[in-house]
């Protein structure tokens, strides 16, 4: 059974930064695409970043392009998100979502295109 696990969540000020993992089990994830997602209070879900697990390929909301980074630790199983240069409007549960057996490249950013998804982790950017 797929799980994820995110962490390193966390309250931060504006302008600093932070690192989330996701621990991934349980599943193949060659040809896995993996995705960071948020969601604020009040709002709808929203894609932040993916990454393809065999190429690396990336790709960012514009909200966050030039701020936050992703990737992947092939052999631990883990997909980080950066995020520098923090601001309040980061604040949400961000989580992360696996679509396994791709193989495709393609940049997938919609929430339900991900089967699998962790418990989330809250980060919260004071002014």
């Known amino acids: 059974q797929v799980q994820l696990v995110e962490s390193g969540g966390g309250l931060v000020q504006a302008g600093g930064s932070l690192r989330l993992s996701c621990a991934a089990s349980g599943g193949t994830f060659s040809g896995a695409v993996m995705g960071w997602f948020r969601q604020a209070p009040g709002k709808e879900r929203e894609f932040v970043a993916s990454i393809n697990w065999n190429i690396g390929r990336t790709y960012y909301a514009d909200s966050v392009k030039g701020r936050f980074t992703i990737s992947r630790d092939m052999a631990k199983n883990t997909v980080y998100l950066q995020m520098n240069s923090l601001k309040p409007e980061d604040t949400a549960v961000y989580y992360c979502?696996?679509?396994?057996?791709?193989?495709?490249?393609?940049?997938?950013?919609?929430?339900?295109?991900?089967?699998?998804w962790g418990q989330g982790t809250q980060v919260t950017v004071s002014s």
């Open positions: 979502a696996a679509k396994l057996s791709t193989y495709d490249g393609r940049v997938y950013y919609v929430p339900s295109d991900y089967a699998y």
